[in-house]
C-alpha cells in the first residue's frame, strides 16, 4: 500500500575526502584525433564504417567504411609514448565482453574484474568513453597514472607504477569483441611557453570584495610598487580590507593560441591587450576560471584584478600551448593549497533517497529550482524537473554530491550526479497536440501543468502527481536490473480524464535515433537506448532540427498509459 506524504526528504549524508588541486593536470581539453585507419591492425582487428553487436551477443555486426576498429583478443596499440600524454577515446562492448587496457610500463587493467568499473560500464552495444592521463617516468621518478575516467567518471587517480621500461598503451578484449574509435592524443611538453619581459607594476587600494575594476580605481590607494611575479602576498602589512591592481608584459615566445587559467580566492579578473579574456568573478580557491588568447610573438599588456573578500585569499595563474603543461606566472607562494574539503554525498543503503534542489544543465545560464533528485539502493539514479515534469538526466553508480548544498553556506544549493550521466530532453513527455505534426513546446506554463504532489512507496520510490491540459497524471519511475538489454529505469506514465484533443508522449528526442530491432531504439549515436511495447503506436519524426519519437497515448473510458524503459 502507497502512503501519501508531503514533500518533505529524508537526507543522510556521507563525508569522503575529495581533495581540489591548485593546479590542473593539463590545460587543453581538445585533442587532435588520431584515425583509426592509420592504426597498425594486429590479426583479428577490422576497420569497418560503424558496428552493433548480434542479436545473440557473440560478435559485432558491422558496415563498410574507415571509422572504427573492431576486433577481440589481440593488443591494439594505440599510442607508444615518449613523454606525458593524455589520452581519450570512445569503445563499444559486446555482451559479456571484458575489456583489458594495458599502459605502457605493463599493468593490464580489467574493465570486468577490476572493482570500480562494471557499475560504470555502459550497457553492451552503447559507445563509452575512456580518458588517460599519464606521466611518463624518468631517472627522477616512476611514473604516474595520474587519472583514468570512464564516462566522465574517475576510477583510479595518482596511481604510481613500477619504473619499468616503456612500452605501447594497447586494448584488447580478452573475452566478446571489442570496438574503438574517436582515438584522440596530445603529448605533453614541459616547455616553456611565455615569461614576464619585466618586473609587473601594482597598486593595493582600500575597500575589499569591490566587483568592479573600475571601481576600485577610485579608491584610497594604500601602496605602489612592483613585483617580479604575480603575488598576492605584496598586500601584507596592509590592512585587511584591500584590492590589488597589477599590470605588466608578457613576452610569448612564439605566435598561437594560448589559454590562460586563472585560480583565486576572493575577487578576479584578466586582461591581454585590454581584452578581458577572464571575466571578473568572485570564487573560492580551487575553482579555476579559462580564458583564451591569440598572441603574436613578442610583448603583450597583462592586467590582473584582485579583490579580496570572506575567502581564504590566494591568486595564481598559468599560461599554456596546446601540448605543453600549464606554467605558473605567480609566485608559489601566492597560491596555497585549497583547504581540504570533504565531499558531502547522499548514499541510498536500504531505501530511496529523495533530494530537493537546484540542479544547473549543461548549456543553459539558469538553474532549475523545482528539481527533485531520486537515488535507488540498486544504483540507477534520476533527476525530475518539477516545473515541466522533464526527466532531465539519470545516472549509474553513486549518487549524489551535496557539498554544494550542505557544505558552510551552501549559497549555490547545487546538487550534482556522482556517477555515468546521461542527459535527456529537459521538456515535459506529454502533450496535447493538435496533430502528430505538431512542433513539440519547449515549455509549458504553470496554468497549463502544475504540481500536485507524491506518494512513496515502501521502497521509498515516489510516484508523482500532476496536472496537465485538465487531465489527471501519475509519473512512476522504477529501476529494473537485469532487463532485455541491461539495467533500465521503466517510466510509467498514466494519464485520466478528457482532454481536449489528442495527448502524445514523446518517449525520446535527439541529433539522431536508430531503430535497432522492433520496439528498441538508439538515442544520440549510441548514448542510450528506448525500449517500448513492440506493438506500440509509434513514429519517428524530424522535428526543429532533431529527430523524435512519438507516441499517441489512446484512453478508455478516460483512462490511458504509456510506459517505456531507457536502458544505459
Known amino acids: 500500500m502507497n502512503k501519501s506524504v508531503k514533500p518533505i526528504f529524508h537526507q543522510i549524508a556521507i563525508l569522503s575526502l575529495g581533495w581540489l588541486l591548485s593546479a590542473p593536470l593539463y590545460a587543453q581539453s581538445d ?66 565482453a571484458d575489456f583489458v587496457l594495458t599502459l605502457p610500463t605493463g599493468q593490464a587493467i580489467s574493465f570486468a574484474n577490476s572493482q570500480d568499473f562494471p557499475r560504470l560500464t555502459k550497457a553492451p552495444g552503447l559507445w563509452q568513453t575512456v580518458d588517460v592521463w599519464y606521466k611518463t617516468g624518468s631517472t627522477k621518478g616512476p611514473s604516474i597514472l595520474e587519472k583514468l575516467a570512464l564516462n566522465g567518471v574517475t576510477v583510479r587517480e595518482g596511481q604510481t607504477l613500477t619504473n619499468a621500461k616503456l612500452g605501447p598503451l594497447t586494448v584488447m578484449a580478452k573475452t566478446g569483441t571489442v570496438a574503438v574509435r574517436n582515438v584522440g592524443y596530445r603529448i605533453m611538453s614541459p616547455r616553456k611557453v611565455a615569461q614576464w619581459s619585466a618586473p609587473l607594476s601594482y597598486t593595493i587600494v582600500e575597500g575589499q570584495y569591490i566587483q568592479n575594476r573600475e571601481d576600485a580605481r577610485g579608491k584610497k590607494v594604500l601602496k605602489q610598487d612592483t613585483t617580479a611575479q604575480l603575488n598576492y602576498e605584496v598586500s601584507f602589512g596592509q590592512p585587511r580590507q584591500y584590492t590589488i591592481l597589477f599590470s605588466g ?68 595563474l598559468y599560461v599554456s600551448q596546446a601540448g605543453t603543461r600549464p606554467q605558473p606566472l605567480h609566485a608559489l607562494a601566492s597560491l596555497p593549497e585549497p583547504d581540504p574539503v570533504a565531499v558531502v554525498s547522499v548514499k541510498p543503503d536500504i531505501k530511496s533517497e529523495l533530494i530537493r534542489s537546484f540542479v544547473q544543465m549543461p548549456g543553459e545560464k539558469t538553474k532549475r529550482t523545482h528539481s527533485l533528485s531520486v537515488g535507488s539502493p540498486l544504483g540507477l539514479h534520476y533527476t525530475l524537473d518539477l516545473d515541466q515534469m522533464a526527466l532531465l538526466q539519470v545516472w549509474k553508480g553513486d549518487f549524489a554530491d551535496v557539498t554544494e548544498m550542505w557544505y558552510e553556506r551552501g549559497e549555490p ?16 513527455p506529454l502533450m496535447v497536440l493538435t496533430s502528430d505534426v505538431t512542433n513539440w513546446p519547449d515549455s509549458v506554463s504553470e496554468n497549463t501543468l502544475q504540481y500536485k504532489g507524491l506518494t512513496v512507496d515502501k521502497q521509498g520510490m515516489p510516484t508523482i502527481e500532476y496536472t496537465l491540459a485538465g487531465t489527471s497524471i501519475t509519473d512512476a519511475i ?6 532485455p538489454e541491461g539495467n533500465a529505469l521503466v517510466r510509467t506514465l498514466t494519464l485520466k480524464g478528457s482532454p481536449d484533443g489528442t495527448p502524445y508522449c514523446r518517449v525520446a528526442a535527439g541529433a539522431s535515433i536508430d531503430e535497432i530491432s522492433k520496439g528498441l531504439y538508439a538515442i544520440n549515436d549510441r548514448s542510450y537506448y528506448i525500449r517500448i511495447d513492440p506493438k506500440a503506436k509509434i513514429k519517428l519524426r524530424q522535428s526543429n532540427g532533431k529527430q523524435e519519437l512519438l507516441m499517441p497515448v ?12 531507457i536502458v544505459f
Not at 594560448?258 to 578581458?276: I, T
Open 478 to 483: 522504477r529501476p529494473v536490473l537485469d532487463g
Open 249 to 316: 608584459k608578457l613576452n610569448a615566445l612564439q605566435a598561437g593560441d594560448y589559454q590562460f587559467e586563472l585560480h583565486q580566492g576572493g575577487v578576479a579578473g584578466v586582461w591581454v591587450d585590454g581584452k578581458e579574456i577572464i571575466q571578473t568573478s568572485h570564487k573560492e580557491l580551487g575553482q579555476p576560471s579559462f580564458g583564451k588568447a591569440t598572441l603574436t610573438a613578442g610583448s603583450h599588456d597583462v592586467d590582473v584584478y584582485f579583490s579580496r573578500s570572506w575567502f581564504r585569499p590566494g591568486l595564481g
Open 413 to 428: 544549493q547545487l546538487l550534482s550526479p556522482m556517477g555515468v550521466t546521461v542527459r535527456l530532453p529537459a521538456q515535459t
Open 31 to 96: 585533442l587532435p584525433v588520431v584515425p583509426v585507419s592509420q592504426l597498425s591492425r594486429p590479426t583479428g582487428w577490422q576497420l569497418v564504417g560503424s558496428v552493433s553487436p548480434t542479436a545473440d551477443g557473440s560478435s559485432m555486426r558491422s558496415q563498410q567504411g574507415s571509422n572504427v576498429l573492431t576486433g577481440t583478443s589481440q593488443p591494439l596499440t594505440l599510442l607508444t609514448p615518449t613523454d606525458d600524454f593524455r589520452l581519450r577515446f570512445d569503445l563499444m562492448l559486446s555482451p559479456n
Open 554 to 565: 489512446t484512453l478508455k473510458n478516460g483512462t490511458g498509459s504509456v510506459q517505456y524503459s
